[in-house]
């Protein structure tokens, strides 16, 4: 606190430049929300607008009426909604597995005493896997789940995403629980807890943020990709982000179905963003950041 | 050891076998889904093989696949387009993270919220981001359309000329990617010491000079670690492009990443997207070593 009050102090600057400045400031602030929320609201706009409006000219940029038809047709659509059980299924699945292995994983390897080369290779290996072309892997990862008759399964995309979740997951957690306190737990083993109990009643309860985080993370990351889910997916097992790029066709785009997907791809997640920012920005962070 | 050990010799290796236990599954993960497709590739790279010439490898290739990526005009197309791109991309969105860190940096509800709403792009899944884009920049209904027409701005034929679909595609980046170098930058800055700047301060240093000489040095390693992060992650993106230009118009937007996804997931041309795929691969590797030594120098300090 003490250092936000100095620091305010040195930020402050003479009083009568201040009102230029400040004003300067807010202008670029508002302008930049502006950029974030206008083209959000325009969105919402497309997905409520009559098809017709999509071609006067002039273009209508608020629509005149407000027409359910867009959320009408693609609720309505057996194979939306299909998809949509299909994004729901694989986002829980792979954020259910992820948080148990990756957690799992990360508390061994904290606790197991490796050596200091074996944990620089294990931390190089994470970070590899999450910035490696993942475009790579994906043609013999599609030969794979071919040859296993995974191929167009939920599971197959599943498997796909646990490979980055995972190891993304161990590693946040590893970061956690090196700097977690030994001592609780070794009051805990004094007592006779066993490894699994100091884990569980201990370590866990601690480690609810870090976790928190990670869970987040994954459900994003399975809700919003596309490489993966449309190399192994096709029909059956197809998702919400493979639909979205899917109203571009020969006979013209379907602006109006276009926004409403989107729309409702994109809407949860930010509500999930507000509501669970504090977690979030520390994964979207991970690794750039520290602590 | 570090630690007392309140156990005895026994039970200290079975604790051992569980810890290790724990770490299994994931192993075994990592090994079946990242491991073995990433020799799988390195197979394929030579390997002659276009799943719709034959449906088995038809036999070693030796550097042919390489030889005939390198040959091929569309991937230096790609190339050059990616660098651009990313080049482009990455200086803006550094540029305005900074500038947005240092406007919101602060505590009251009002910054704080509106760094909430800043943040939000990052959210949104890149294809319909993609999608948003597309509507925005439609010429004939488009929002950015309609704005440049009222203002009496020049309304260029943006997804279809091949100059400003490249920079379609860069604003589409720095749009959703700079809020990530603001909240690297804001951490960055809540490292700083106040004691530093207060120092600068009495030293009879500017505002201006302070963040030149005393804050932008502090701040260093962190932007090049964003920098790279982002340089990384623009090169690897498929998603956007996919869904903003479908790489179009011709290879205007082919980046590398597009190029080698239409080749082994369009195509079916196994061998020579895997050895394309490699060579990608070298490059990025490099970045990420770079990035993981400073990362940990960041580390210790």
Known sequence: ?291 | MAHADPLGGGSRRREGLWLAGFSVPALLLVVGVQLFPFLYSAFLAVQDWSLLRSPQPKGFAGVDNFLWVLADPVFQVSVRNSVMITGVSVVAEVVLGILLAYLTSGSTWRLRAIRTVLILPMVIAPVAAGTLWRMLLNTQSGLVAVLSGTTGLPSPEWLSDPAWARIAVIMLDVWQWTPFVMLVVVAGLAGIPGEVLVAAAIDGATRWQSFWRVELPLLMPVILVAVMFRTLDSLLSLDSVYSLTAGGPGYSTHTITYYIYNLGLRNFDFGVAAAASWMFMAFTTVVIVVMFRLHRRVDVA
């Open chain 1, 1 to 291: 606190m003490k250092e936000a009050v100095a620091r305010a102090d040195v930020r402050g600057v003479p009083r009568r430049r201040v009102d230029w400045i400040s004003l300067l400031r807010w202008l670029i602030l508002v302008i930049a929300v502006a950029i974030v929320v206008i083209p959000l609201t325009y969105l919402l706009l497309n997905s409520v607008k009559l098809p017709r409006e999509f071609l006067t000219t002039p273009p209508t940029i608020v629509p005149s009426v407000l027409t359910p038809e867009h959320y009408a047709s693609i609720l309505s659509d057996p194979e939306f909604l299909g998809r949509f059980r299909n994004t729901l299924e694989l986002t829980v699945a792979s954020t259910i597995i992820s948080v148990v292995v990756g957690t799992l994983a990360a508390y061994g390897l904290a606790r197991l005493h490796v050596s200091p080369t074996v944990m620089t290779i294990v931390l190089f290996v994470f970070l590899f896997i999450r910035f490696y072309p993942r475009v790579t892997t994906v043609i013999p990862f599609f030969l794979v789940m071919r040859s296993f008759g995974l191929l167009d399964t939920v599971w197959a995309i599943v498997l796909g995403h646990l490979g980055i979740t995972v190891p993304f997951v161990a590693w946040l957690l590893l970061i956690f629980f090196r700097a977690l306190p030994f001592e609780l737990e070794e009051a805990a083993m004094v007592d006779g807890a066993s490894v699994l109990q100091r884990f569980w009643h201990v370590v866990l309860p601690l480690a609810a943020p870090g976790i928190a985080t990670a869970a987040i993370f994954t459900a994003f990351f399975s809700w919003n990709e596309f490489l993966i889910a449309s190399s192994v997916a096709r029909n059956e097992s197809a998702v919400l982000s493979m639909t979205v790029a899917s109203f571009v066709t020969d006979k013209g785009i379907y602006w109006g179905p276009m926004a409403a997907t989107s729309v409702v791809m994109i809407a949860p997640m930010i509500a999930f963003a507000l509501l669970v920012q504090r977690f979030l920005v520390r994964g979207l962070t991970l690794g750039a950041v520290k602590g």
